[in-house]
């Protein structure tokens, strides 16, 4: 993973558990993919990964490889996971902190982006066990409801990501 500081320079690498294991701030990002009636796409994240299983999250995430641009690492990560590309655009980027049960920490500069789609997916079964559209409103009024239900990272994202859409109207 690439070690980054808050102004998003790299600093160095180190193996993904590492970095999470000491909790430093590394590169990633956040796909948020809507449909054209205004749906959020999201995915239950596999039963078998090493955290946060089978909790709902936005369309895919992941961290970027050294020589790779934002749009790049999120092109293929969407690919690889839900199995399709769609044209990605960068919204914003902020710093977050999520410590999980299992002594892991996501400590990340995020780099989220959104992208147009109006297929099912396909989706990676090592990655994904379950996907489903969603408006925006819903998503919130259940994340209030049922917290436990969505990974730490999402919860935190979607509130920037929800004032962003209420700020901003998406045109492809």
């Not at 999980?100 to 997916?121: K, S």
Request: aromatic share 12%; proline share 5%.
């Amino acid at each position: 993973m690439l070690l980054v500081n808050e102004q998003d320079e790299i600093l160095g690498t180190m193996p993904k558990m590492e970095a999470h294991r000491k909790g430093v701030l590394h590169r990633a990002f956040s796909v948020f993919i809507l449909n054209d009636d205004g749906e959020i796409m999201l995915q239950q994240r596999a039963g078998d990964k090493y955290h946060s299983p089978l909790l709902w999250t936005n369309t895919c995430c992941s961290h970027q490889r050294q020589g790779e641009t934002n749009i790049q690492a999120g092109t293929r990560r969407l690919q690889e996971e839900m199995g399709f590309t769609a044209e990605l655009k960068e919204l914003f980027s902020f710093v977050y902190k999520a410590p999980f049960d299992n002594g892991l920490t996501e400590h990340e500069l995020d780099h989220v982006m959104v992208g147009f789609y109006n297929q099912p997916p396909l989706l990676n079964p090592d990655e994904v066990a379950n996907w489903k559209w969603a408006r925006p409103e819903d998503i919130k009024s259940d994340i209030e409801v049922n917290p436990g239900q969505y990974t730490a990272w999402f919860k935190i994202i979607f509130e920037r990501f929800y004032d962003h859409i209420l700020k901003n109207q998406f045109s492809r």
